[in-house]
Structures are given as C-alpha cells and as structure tokens.
C-alpha cells in the first residue's frame, strides 16, 4: 500500500514523484483479476459531491469502494442543503461525522480546498475548473502500460490549456515526461501552472513547453492527447471557442507528424469531428477506453492509499 504523506488529493501538486510512482503500481497489482475483490476498504464509505454531470467518475469511484468492500454514496448539490447556501464548512464537519472520505466535482478549486480544510477525513478532488488530478493518474496509468516508462516519451496535448491540461503538465512533470501544449494563445493554460510545471519538470530531467503551432508540438510526440473545446460551464462559449480550435482538430492529416506507434488519448467524454475525427478516436492508435477503464483502478489504489 502506497504511503501518502498529504491527507487529500486536491491536485498533483502535493503529491511527490514517488508517490505517483507508487501509486501507478499498486494499481497495476489492484488491476489483477485475482485481486479485483480484496476487500481493502470493508466497511469504509466515501462520500461523492457532485456539481456537475459525470459518468466516469461517479461510476468508477462507486464501483471502485464496492468492489473494495466498502459503500459510495452519490450527493447531489441539487439535493443536498449546499446547494441551497449551507456553507462548505458546516458540510465538512458534518460529513467528517459519517464518512470515511469525500470525493468532490465542483466548479471552483477553492470549493474544494475549503471541503478539506475543515474536514477531518480525506478529500479527492474529482474535477474543479483548475484540475482533474483523479484523470491523470489513469492516464499515467494507461502510458505506463503501454510504453513501461516515462522518462523519454513526450507528451502533446492539443486544444484547450484548460483542467486537464492543468494536471497533464503538472503530473508529466512529476514523473519526468515531456508535456507540449499546443493552443490557441488565447486558450494557454494558465501562467503560474506553466511556471509550476516547469520548476518541477527541472529537477526531474522533463520538457514542458507551450506553443500556438499544432504540428511542431505533435512531431517527434509519443502520446497525443485532446480534450473538448468547451468545458461544462463554457457551454455558451461553444461557438466562438470552435473559430479559435478548428486548426486544433485532432485528424488523420495532423497525426502524420506524430512517432508511427503513437497512442492517441482522450479523457472523455469526447466530441466526433469537433476535437477529434472518428478516424482517430476509433482509430488503431487509440486507447480511449483503456484509459477510462483506468480510472477505476487508479482511483482505487488512491482510496485505499488515503483512506487506508
Ligand atoms: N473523464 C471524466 O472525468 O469523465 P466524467 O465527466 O464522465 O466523469
Ligand atoms: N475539460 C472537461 C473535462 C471533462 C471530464 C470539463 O471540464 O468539462
């Protein structure tokens, strides 16, 4: 069992090098069919807060406790009295009371990291507008798999500097691979993220760069990874934000600069012909729904890691 110095998961930052490693690993043990029922967690039930819809996360991390021997129950802010202005702090406490830990979707990344402060059980962070660490230790995951390594491999994710792409800098960084991020200027992920991506990636012998050219990001790239145009709550930015992303099409043209055995990744849910062309999502190169399935693992092996 991986040993976690931080209580929470509110984003890749906390969390060492070696920590993620070992997180990897275990899930490569936890993936085992011999080993999907270890009842690791009996008894144990995490509380799940949801903001926003979700089919991957809520499924997984419901499976995931039940298959672990314990319980996830699925709040709602439509139903729970947070959605009606009881205040994030008298909810931690609250829950602390019933709850083994608490997974948490929302819009803000200070929602999230209040949840924690005044919760006395451990904190997951499943999607704020900032980060979706839970998805990058699936995808490390799904990479590990498949190249046994990442030192060497580069990374290119094209499209919006946006959550994901947030975490996939800061979680390459961490374990040494390279990240380009290839957007629209107007769409670069965030500066300090950049800044903090790159500190990390200095000590860990990786490349993190952003740049506006779609081709140079994906030539020499071992890993292509694309993500929607429009995030929940950009929903009325989808017109303009396709203008500024056409260039940024994931298709059978773009990928031919890409290494011949690249892997071609998507967190999901994806976009036909907006993001990416069915060519490449349905594609020989494609490992959408590994990577999905790994969600399930990866996020198990963190339950049993921060709730023990
Ligand atoms: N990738 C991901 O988080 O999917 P859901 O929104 O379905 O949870
Ligand atoms: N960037 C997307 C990811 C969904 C899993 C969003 O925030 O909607």
Redesign the pocket.
Known sequence: IPVIEQKNLLSLKDFTTNEILELIHFAVELKKPENKHLPLLKGKVLGMIFEK??????VSFEAGMLQLGGHAMYLSTRDIQMGRGETIADTARVLSGYLDGVMIRTFKQETVDELAQNSSVPVING?TDEY?PC?ILADLLTIYEHFGTFKGKKLTYIGDGNNVAHSLMIGAAKVGMDCTIAAPASYFPRAEMVEFAQSIASQTGAKIEVVEDPITAVTGSDIIYTDVWASMGQEEEALERTRHFTPYQVNDELVKHANPNYIFMH???AHREEEVTTSILEGPHSVVFQE?EN?LHAQKALLVALIK
């Open positions: 819809s979700s089919t991957r996360t809520r999607l979706h998805q967190c999901l849910p999905a969600r």
